[in-house]
């Protein structure tokens, strides 16, 4: 018989009854009923049910164990009684009587319990995550997120795609987000950075005629982190395609991310074509590029009802600047003043003024309009708000109003509050979106210049000559999000491949061809050598895989996380370097401050 086991704890069934077994793993917890010990056996695989009576020779050693001892057990399969039989467990029909006991290794006390469903402080987790991660809903995270990550490869080899692994260590790029750099002890004063993507590379292959890439690939960022991203690190399903148009994007992925979320999801329902949704649409009707669209809220124009209206303070507004909108917020199933009056609390708390309302009521058999809006603007325009948005009695409404880019996130914000309270978001299912036509550039008011609205790599839609005729602002890109339940999983674009284009483009966020020379030449040398039209995208492996375990942070799915500060507590990084490691690299440390 092998030294630690002859099989998993997760592995024996009544096929197994009479056998002599070997099993080694975690004690999960041990019972005393009345003298006779029943101990859980965990491992990677599961948890076998061991029996140890006083007349065992194991006896004496099991009255010894305690919590996540390390053992190895050796004894007898057999049956469970009909009426202890545990049908959530695999094994649930067998236990196994022990004959001999060992322990393999002593736990001390530990810092949380693994067995229970305790909450314990996120920083003890993180510092003691080796522990954490023994735990069920951890343990259970990991294995989906591997089992995910091995059948995408698998669907990305069937689907003609090749693996290639690109750089960690290259020069710095313009992709939205700080470097990490890395020093060059060979080199001293210059600096490697770890690729925010691998997105030159990528195109770099499609040049050299590889025409169908994937990596799992990992990307660093040095950014703030949030709910749906990891400090400083995370892993994409990195991909590009050569001679292909966006819509052969589409056509590629969406079956390969509606397979995977049909796999894993649950059997919850996953969209069969995903919409495509162009992104001044989404904001306009969801207030935001990454709607949810679970909720079924839309939002409106309603400027014109309120322009010349009695309610002073939106006819003012529009009066002043034709640029200002107000924008409708529907809310079915909200029409009470308890509703509404919390919505404009919520908003108060939000930095608003308030929220504007009106809801309609049923009073003495006609329809009635309540709020202080209704009354300014009279029963007409509230009517024909309310036909507008197809509200009825029972319903209600919210404005929000100004300039767009000003208050559509707020307004998203709304209606994402107001589907949740009042029921109306739907639950588990996945709802998948495309989000097209992002513009090419925004206006950088902080620099007061035009800049990147996304990928400066994207091709414009009408090439150079959109570049050099339209008004920046106006020029479209070859652009795409995929978003589901509100969450942006992947961003993507069919990439600029012409020199003179990419020059132009540059030309106009303020990038002179020597500069541009300077910092992408590798790229413009291999445009200038031929280079076919290529186009792809990097679906978020974490936040695929968030979504699919139902976790509220990306932190719950990723192996060794840092807090919320960008600290590894358990390895204790960032650390100081030695005054010898500082030297190697020609650098000194100047104190903040």
């Not at 969209?271 to 679970?294: N, Q, V």
């Not at 949740?420 to 950088?444: H, Q």
Request: net charge negative; hydrophobic share 40%; glycine share 8%.
């Amino acid at each position: 018989m092998h030294l630690y086991r002859s099989q998993t704890c997760g592995e024996l069934t009544a096929a197994n009854i009479g056998q002599s077994v070997r099993l080694s793993g975690w004690v999960h917890r041990v019972r005393d009923h009345g003298g006779l010990l029943f101990i859980d056996l965990r491992d990677h695989y599961g948890i076998t049910q061991i029996v140890v009576d006083p007349d065992s020779p194991a006896f004496k050693e099991a009255e010894a164990l305690r919590s996540e001892w390390v053992v190895r057990i050796d004894g007898e399969v057999k049956a469970r009684p009909a009426e202890t039989v545990n049908k959530a467990l695999p094994t649930g029909e067998v236990e196994v009587f022990a004959r001999a006991i060992e322990p393999l290794s002593r736990a001390e006390n530990l810092p949380l319990p693994v067995f229970g469903d305790q909450d314990y402080p996120e920083e003890t987790r993180l510092k003691y995550r080796f522990v954490d991660l023994r735990r069920e809903a951890p343990h259970a995270a990991m294995k989906l997120r591997s089992s995910v990550i091995r059948r995408l490869r698998e669907i990305m080899w069937d689907l003609g795609f090749t693996e290639y692994q690109t750089p960690i260590l290259t020069a710095s790029s313009p992709e939205g987000a700080r470097d990490f750099l890395v020093p060059s002890r060979l080199h001293p004063g210059k600096f490697y950075a770890l690729p925010q993507a691998p997105q030159q590379f990528k195109q770099l292959l499609m040049v050299a005629g590889f025409d169908r890439y994937f990596q799992i690939a990992p990307c660093f960022r040095d950014e703030d982190p949030r709910a749906d991203r990891s400090p400083g690190e995370f892993y994409q399903l990195d991909m590009e395609m050569s001679f292909v148009t966006q819509e052969d994007v589409f056509q590629a992925v969406e079956p390969l991310m509606r397979g995977i979320f049909e796999e894993f999801g649950k059997g919850r329902p996953v969209t069969p074509e995903f919409p495509r949704i162009p992104y001044r649409e989404a904001l306009l009707k969801y207030g935001s590029d990454k709607p949810d669209l679970r909720n079924p809220i839309v939002m409106q124009t309603v400027t014109e009802h309120f322009a010349g209206s009695g309610f002073k303070v939106f006819a003012g507004m529009i009066e002043k600047d034709p640029k200002v909108e107000v924008r409708a917020i529907p809310a079915p199933g909200g029409g009470s003043r308890g509703f509404c009056d919390r919505m404009n609390s919520w908003a108060q708390k939000e930095g608003q003024p308030g929220l504007g309302y009106i809801f309609w009521r049923e009073e003495n058999g006609a329809l009635d309009a309540a709020g202080p809006i209704a009354k300014n603007i009279g029963p007409e325009r509230t009517e024909a708000i309310r036909q507008q948005l197809g509200l009825k009695a029972g319903d209600a409404v919210f404005f929000a109003a100004g300039k767009p880019e000003a208050f559509t996130a707020f307004a998203g914000k709304a209606r994402n509050v107001v589907g949740s309270e009042l029921g109306l978001t739907a639950k588990d299912r996945f709802d998948f979106c495309w989000i097209v036509d992002f513009p090419m550039y925004e206006w950088n008011e902080e620099e007061k210049r035009v800049d990147f609205s996304h990928n400066p790599f994207s091709m414009p839609q009408g090439g150079l000559e959109a570049l050099n005729t339209q008004e920046p602002l106006d020029i479209l890109a070859y652009q795409y999000d995929i978003v589901c339940n509100g969450v942006e999983l992947s961003s993507g674009a069919i990439r600029n491949h012409l020199p003179e284009v990419m020059l132009r483009a540059f030309e106009i966020v303020g990038y002179d061809a020597a500069t541009v020379e300077a910092r992408f030449g590798g790229m413009l040398n291999a445009f200038r050598c031929g280079a076919p039209p290529h186009g792809g995208i990097a679906p978020g492996v974490d936040r695929m895989v968030m979504l699919l375990a139902d976790a509220e942070n990306i932190r719950e799915v990723v192996l060794f996380p840092m807090n919320q500060r960008a600290e590894d507590l358990m390895m204790g990084a960032p650390a100081e370097a030695t005054p010898q490691q500082l030297r190697d690299l020609s650098l000194r440390i100047i104190p903040q401050k």
